[in-house]
């Protein structure tokens, strides 16, 4: 069995990579842009491509009977076809919130034909990244909606998840929305954060305008619509749900745990 791990560069596609090896599997080809920050293991085949070149994507299907599928929306369509004309018996794509802006992804693996699995999951642990620079520099987070509370997930969880439903055909037609293993605050992530550096770190609010411009100058376009849901999570937190740790066969990753293995990242 060929697998093909697109996205294989950084993140979670280069993490599914290490799940495979970990599981046995000896024929595991990575799709990346660049081999050398990819630093992949000896024995996984390396394709160079990009999914902006989808004739590169064609020519690393050859012979690939299972596919974990990185997120990438505009080509999207080309490369489903690609795969599904490549004889591949089974994509597994990380795609979101159904409904939702990566939508097109699990309406483009389905349209394509080729059995699927989708994966969905909310917020990542490693978002709380974009409070590093803060937490760096002083002991304040200022930052909106600290009530908003949701049930990250960790990158590492979505990778194995990935990589054990690749090895089953006991997932076909499947969507999975995948969270974390519990529901907490903005305020309180900050806090664990805090608490593992021995640090007391306050979250100063921000609202109104400034809590927009905060956000616009993060993330641009996109920010406005992050505000609007960290908004319904103040007043609808998001429930964790035991699809993670069932699939796994094991307990998801907590925050605290994730905060400990990433802590220098704060430092």
Avoid at 23 to 37: I, K, M, S
Avoid at 77 to 94: F, K, P
Avoid at 127 to 139: F, K, Y
Avoid at 229 to 235: D, K, V
Wanted: proline fraction near 5%.
């Amino acid at each position: 069995m060929r697998i093909l791990v697109t996205g294989a560069t950084a993140n979670i596609g280069r993490m599914v990579v290490d799940e495979l090896l970990d599981l046995g599997v000896a024929d595991v080809r990575a799709f990346t842009v660049d081999p050398a920050r990819a630093a992949l293991p000896a024995g996984v085949e390396v394709v160079t491509g990009f999914f902006n070149r989808p004739d590169t994507v064609a020519a690393a299907l050859d012979g690939v009977d299972r596919m974990y599928l990185a997120p990438h929306i505009p080509t999207v369509d080309a490369v489903c076809r690609a795969a599904a004309e490549a004889g591949v018996r089974h994509i597994v794509d990380l795609a979101g919130v159904k409904g939702l802006h990566w939508q097109a992804i699990e309406d483009a693996v389905e349209a394509c034909g080729v059995p699927f699995t989708h994966l969905e999951p909310g917020e990542f642990m490693a978002n709380a990244t974009g409070w590093a620079p803060q937490i760096r520099a002083g002991d304040e987070v200022r930052d909106a909606w600290g009530d908003a509370a949701n049930a990250p997930i960790a990158q590492e969880d979505i990778a194995a998840i990935a990589a054990r439903v690749l090895l089953s055909d006991d997932h076909f037609g499947r969507s999975y929305e995948l969270t974390g293993p519990e529901t907490i605050s903005r305020r309180q992530q900050v806090a664990m954060i805090g608490a593992e550096l021995g640090r007391d770190l306050t979250y100063v609010e921000l609202a109104g305008d400034v809590a927009a411009a905060h956000y616009r100058e993060l993330m641009g376009e996109f920010g406005d619509w992050y505000l609007n849901g960290l908004a319904q999570l103040a007043e609808h937190p998001q429930p964790a749900l035991p699809t993670a740790a069932t699939l796994l066969n094991r307990p998801a990753m907590s925050f605290a745990a994730w905060v400990r293995r990433h802590v220098d990242l704060f430092r």
